[in-house]
Nanobody, 123 residues
Framework: QVTLLESGGGLVQAGNSLRLSCAAS????????MGWFRQAPGKEREFVAI????????FYSDSVKGRFTISRDNAKNTVYLQMNSLNPEATADYYC????????????????WGPGPQVTVSS
């Protein structure tokens, strides 16, 4: 059984930083592209960042480029999202997801999803 479990969400003031972690189990982690997506209230789920299975390739949405960093530790089966210079528009549920053998930002290509911790950025 594949499980993705995020941690690190919470309330933070605008301008501050937060790091999300996602621990995976039940899959060959090093064979999967990992992604972070988010969904704000009343909006569709959107792509935030993805990282290839070796960690050498990353891709970011324009809205977070330069402020967010995705990374992974295949020895720990964990992917991270470091979020800096947060603004209230970043308030959303953040989901990590896994997909095998493709490098894509399309959420419908991801098979496994975590439950999505909430991140709230106050102004």
């Amino acid at each position: 059984q594949v499980t993705l479990l995020e941690s690190g969400g919470g309330l933070v003031q605008a301008g501050n930083s937060l790091r999300l972690s996602c621990a995976a189990s039940g899959l060959t982690f090093g064979s999967y592209t990992m992604g972070w997506f988010r969904q704000a209230p009343g909006k569709e789920r959107e792509f935030v960042a993805i990282i290839g299975w070796s960690g050498g390739t990353t891709f970011y949405s324009d809205s977070v480029k330069g402020r967010f960093t995705i990374s992974r530790d295949n020895a720990k089966n964990t992917v991270y999202l470091q979020m800096n210079s947060l603004n209230p528009e970043a308030t959303a549920d953040y989901y990590c997801a896994a997909t095998a053998k493709v490098f894509t930002a399309k959420p419908d290509r991801y098979r496994y999803w975590g439950p999505g911790p909430q991140v709230t950025v106050s102004s």
